[in-house]
């Protein structure tokens, strides 16, 4: 079946640190990836796409690259700010008529000043 | 533009008593979704809905009642609660474009005792 594997948290980064967190994927056929962000409090909402292999989705300074080799779609922001503490989730959708996304544990990120 | 609104935020219930957990959306989206969200287990998907008079099981449907009358609502019921549905519910929507996002209320936060 598909899945995502999202590297485990938490992540703890001092403001202005590179960040990086990892996703990989399985699934038959070709998905559209997506990062979503939860902010305390919220529910969570879409923070990035990309839906073919090689696309690039960015947003807010986050990117993230789809690459169907390695079958991974890593999260990165080149210096964090103390307002990116959220949850990050990773998913992916297979198209046709089936709606679900299949989505990552969740990565805490904790950025101190 | 409200987007989806759940309510209540917060409910406490006894083993045994049932409740509906409220969530509209004024977007006209076609797609609905209820998602529970537990530590270390991520979101995984109760039930959905790809329109009015049609629902479908997710991957944990048990215990968990919901219907689709008209595009804007989609009700969850707890028929029974146990303690393990003690959890934070999150109700979803999208249109039925390919990869367009999908929209999360803010969530409700469910203890049973």
Not at chain 1, 30 to 43: D, I, K, M, N, R
Not at chain 1, 92 to 97: A, D, K, N, T
Not at chain 2, 14 to 33: F, I, R, V, W
Not at chain 2, 42 to 64: C, F, K, M, W
């Amino acid at each position: 079946g598909n899945s995502v594997t999202q590297m485990e948290g938490p992540v703890t980064l001092s403001e202005e640190a590179f960040l990086t967190i990892n996703c990989t994927y399985t699934a038959t056929g070709y998905p559209s990836l997506f990062w979503y962000v939860q902010y305390p409090g919220e529910g969570l909402q879409l923070l990035l796409k990309a839906t073919k292999a090689d696309d690039k989705g960015s947003n807010k300074g986050f990117e993230a690259t789809y690459r169907k080799e390695t079958t991974s779609f890593h999260l990165e922001k080149g210096s964090v700010q103390v307002s990116d503490s959220a949850v990050y989730f990773c998913a992916l959708h297979l198209g046709g008529s089936n709606y679900k996304l299949t989505f990552g544990k969740g990565t805490l990120l904790t950025v101190n000043p | 533009n409200a987007g989806v609104t759940q309510t209540p935020k917060f409910q406490v219930l006894k083993t045994g008593q049932s409740m509906t957990l409220q969530c509209a959306q004024d977007m006209n989206h076609e797609y609905m979704s209820w998602y529970r969200q537990d530590p270390g287990m991520g979101l995984r998907l109760i039930h959905y809905s790809v329109g009015a008079g049609i629902t479908d099981q997710g991957e944990v449907p048990n215990g968990y009642n919901v219907s689709r009358s008209t595009t804007e609502d989609f009700p969850l019921r707890l028929l029974s609660a146990a303690p393990s549905q003690t959890s934070v519910y999150f109700c979803a929507s999208k249109t039925g474009t390919l990869n367009s996002p999908l929209h999360f209320g803010n969530g409700t936060r469910l203890t049973v005792t």
